[in-house]
Nanobody
Framework: EVQLQASGGGLVQTGGSLRLSCAAFGFTFDHYVITWFRQVPGKEREGVSSIRSDDGSTYYADSVLRRFTISSDNAKNRVYLQMNSLRPEDTAVYYC???????????????????WGQGTLVTVSS
């Protein structure tokens, strides 16, 4: 059974940092795309960052470029999202998602992903 577990959320002040972790169970990362999404109440799920585990290609939303860094540890079946210079508008529930297809420039579309973790809440206070 494929499972994803997101963790690492919490409360942080503006300008602070957090590192989110996505652990995968039931499959190996080698040929998957792992993407972080976030969602606030009343809004659609937003693609934050994505990584292809086979070649290391990464994608970022403009809103997080140069502040967030996605990385993977294929040996541990984990993907990380290092979030620096956090802002109140980064407050959301963050989800990791996985799929065996690489969607390239469509990476941010949540409807393309087959597997989802349960979400971890990030709150950035002003």
């Amino acid at each position: 059974e494929v499972q994803l577990q997101a963790s690492g959320g919490g409360l942080v002040q503006t300008g602070g940092s957090l590192r989110l972790s996505c652990a995968a169970f039931g499959f190996t990362f080698d040929h998957y795309v792992i993407t972080w999404f976030r969602q606030v109440p009343g809004k659609e799920r937003e693609g934050v960052s994505s990584i292809r585990s086979d070649d290391g290609s990464t994608y970022y939303a403009d809103s997080v470029l140069r502040r967030f860094t996605i990385s993977s540890d294929n040996a541990k079946n984990r993907v990380y999202l290092q979030m620096n210079s956090l802002r109140p508008e980064d407050t959301a529930v963050y989800y990791c998602a996985a799929d065996s297809h690489a969607y390239g420039t469509s990476w941010y579309d949540p409807y393309l992903y087959a597997y989802w973790g349960q979400g971890t809440l990030v709150t950035v206070s002003s």
